[in-house]
């Protein structure tokens, strides 16, 4: 009997861990990952980093983690009594929305893995092969599949009344049990097992090119004898491997966070579902870590992208003298507008007499000035 208080003595706590995480960090989560998200969106579409075809798959990167973050959101909003996911209708759109923007993000994470590869692979191919034109087309055709993947699971969830309660409740349709089984086997196929496979091997490939072209750079500089300033270059900075730096970041962040979440998923194929221990791992890892990957990137970005960061300063100093710029050109305009308004002023008083007479007795002093005088 003490055992059994004991036990449920734990449970509560964890749970009340859990419930207290999901009340207080998830907002934080949401706020301060759309944020960042938002400005990486600006800056890889609004700088000059928009040339380069690493930043289209970081900017639909962005897209797809904030509309994610809303819909975390949203469903946080039923913690504060504020139940729009539970409604019909809001039910279906927001898990067919969130189902979009999660498996866009993964295939994105991969989609600048295997570019950067090629870029590492075969550098004097990289203007030809990786082009924004490529990038577009890419991110279109993922975005495309991804919404024709998804639409099943908008007949999967119904809303139904909760047991003891008058609210409703958003889950799995009872008529689509065994279709929904079979879609989550695939869907943990297609949107973990593969993806999360295809990101280890591309970083191990393009860990190992980067360390061979850096071996044979210093081997023919020192077979070259040249100096040693020149020979001590710092790979840090070349502009190439300063990007597959932050993207080999990116990518291996991504699978650290969602890597626990594919362990538990696989385990619950194996235990049943109604373990507890099993329910509050995968509450924990979803909401610690699965939905952090979907808000840290800014992070990455400013910690390991030089030319990322170079373009947020740019971005705050071109707004700041931008505003200069504006308050100069204010100033300027109605300055004109005086010296407008007065010409008109005078002009409108018709007296060129007067102004023919200043100019003829002007002329007619400096004729009676010496010729040296009238140098100086």
């Known amino acids: 009997?003490?055992?059994?208080?004991?036990?449920?003595?734990?449970?509560?706590?964890?749970?009340?861990?859990?419930?207290?995480?999901?009340?207080?960090?998830?907002?934080?989560?949401?706020?301060?990952?759309?944020?960042?998200?938002?400005?990486?969106?600006?800056?890889?579409?609004?700088?000059?980093?928009?040339?380069?075809?690493?930043?289209?798959?970081?900017?639909?990167?962005?897209?797809?983690?904030?509309?994610?973050?809303?819909?975390?959101?949203?469903?946080?909003?039923?913690?504060?009594?504020?139940?729009?996911?539970?409604?019909?209708?809001?039910?279906?759109?927001?898990?067919?929305?969130?189902?979009?923007?999660?498996?866009?993000?993964?295939?994105?994470?991969?989609?600048?893995?295997?570019?950067?590869?090629?870029?590492?692979?075969?550098?004097?191919?990289?203007q030809f092969l990786c082009t924004v034109a490529r990038a577009k087309i890419t991110v279109m055709g993922l975005t495309a599949l991804a919404v024709v993947y998804s639409s099943p699971v908008l007949l999967f969830s119904t809303v139904r009344l909760e047991a003891g309660t008058n609210s409703n409740i958003c889950e799995l349709d009872n008529a689509w049990d065994d279709w929904a089984d079979v879609y989550n086997y695939f869907d943990t196929i297609i949107t973990f097992a593969v993806p999360l496979t295809v990101i280890v091997i591309f970083n191990i490939l393009i860990v190992r090119n980067i360390y061979k072209f850096d071996h044979v750079r210093r081997t023919l500089t020192i077979e070259s004898d040249v100096s040693s300033e020149k020979a001590h270059i710092p790979r840090d900075r070349m502009p190439q491997t300063k990007v597959t730096k932050m993207l080999l970041l990116v990518s291996t962040a991504f699978f650290c966070l969602n890597m626990p979440s594919f362990v538990l998923r696989l385990t619950a194929f194996t235990y049943d579902n109604n373990q507890l221990w099993l329910i509050y791992a995968q509450q924990m890892c979803n909401q610690l870590l699965f939905n952090t990957s979907f808000g840290i990137n800014f992070i990455l970005y400013c910690v390991s992208g030089q030319n990322f960061r170079r373009a947020m300063v740019y971005m705050f100093t071109k707004r700041s003298s931008n505003r200069r710029s504006g308050t100069l050109t204010q100033m300027t305009n109605q300055g004109k507008q005086c010296v407008s308004e007065l010409t008109r002023r005078y002009s409108s008083k018709k007296q060129p007499h007067f102004v023919d007479s200043v100019r003829r007795k002007y002329s007619k002093e400096t004729q009676k000035l010496p010729v040296n005088e009238e140098l100086q």
Not at 7 to 24: G, H, K, M, S
Not at 83 to 93: A, I, K, M, V
Not at 104 to 115: I, K, M
């Open 1 to 126: 009997m003490t055992g059994n208080n004991s036990t449920i003595a734990f449970d509560r706590t964890l749970d009340n861990l859990l419930q207290n995480i999901q009340l207080y960090y998830t907002p934080i989560l949401v706020v301060l990952g759309s944020l960042g998200n938002c400005l990486s969106m600006y800056a890889f579409f609004g700088t000059n980093l928009r040339y380069s075809s690493s930043s289209i798959y970081l900017g639909a990167l962005a897209i797809s983690d904030s509309i994610f973050l809303m819909i975390v959101f949203v469903v946080w909003l039923v913690m504060v009594h504020v139940n729009l996911f539970n409604q019909y209708g809001f039910c279906q759109c927001f898990i067919y929305i969130s189902t979009i923007s999660g498996c866009l993000s993964v295939w994105l994470v991969v989609a600048f893995t295997v570019e950067r590869y090629i870029a590492v692979k075969w550098p004097l191919r990289r």
